[in-house]
């Protein structure tokens, strides 16, 4: 199936930066939509941002203007940009992926979850 690795989360100050980068690797045919969630404790997990293949993007609202999806179709790889960091951005935050896969008879829809990275923001 498809694995997807996660890494660039860490400790930060409130309104500091982090960027987060996730890769997709396997017996990939397509990438569909490329995502990241998060779940904060006692919380449930929730959609942080989005984007298609042609690139057209989606936001929590909570996160509009302060964070930035992008990926790289030629790599399968989707980035999350985070400035202006708050406290309650704290959270494990999880890439998410759907696509197709080349299976041993026909090409096979697939959808993966990467083993999350852990976000803190101190104030």
């Known amino acids: 199936q498809v694995q997807l690795v996660e890494s660039g989360g860490g400790l930060v100050q409130a309104g500091g930066s982090l960027r987060l980068s996730c890769a997709a690797s396997g017996r990939i045919f397509r990438v569909n939509v490329m995502g990241w969630y998060r779940q904060a404790p006692g919380k449930q997990r929730e959609l942080v941002a989005a984007?298609?293949?042609?690139?057209?993007?989606n936001y929590a609202d909570p996160v509009k203007g302060r964070f930035t999806i992008s990926r790289d179709n030629a790599k399968d790889t989707v980035y999350l940009q985070m400035n202006s960091l708050k406290p309650e951005d704290t959270a494990v935050y999880y890439c998410?992926?759907?696509?197709?896969?080349?299976?041993?008879?026909?090409?096979?829809?697939?959808?993966?979850w990467g083993q999350g990275t852990q976000v803190t923001v101190s104030s």
């Open positions: 998410n992926a759907d696509g197709v896969v080349l299976g041993d008879v026909i090409p096979t829809p697939f959808q993966s």
């Open positions: 984007i298609t293949t042609g690139g057209i993007t």
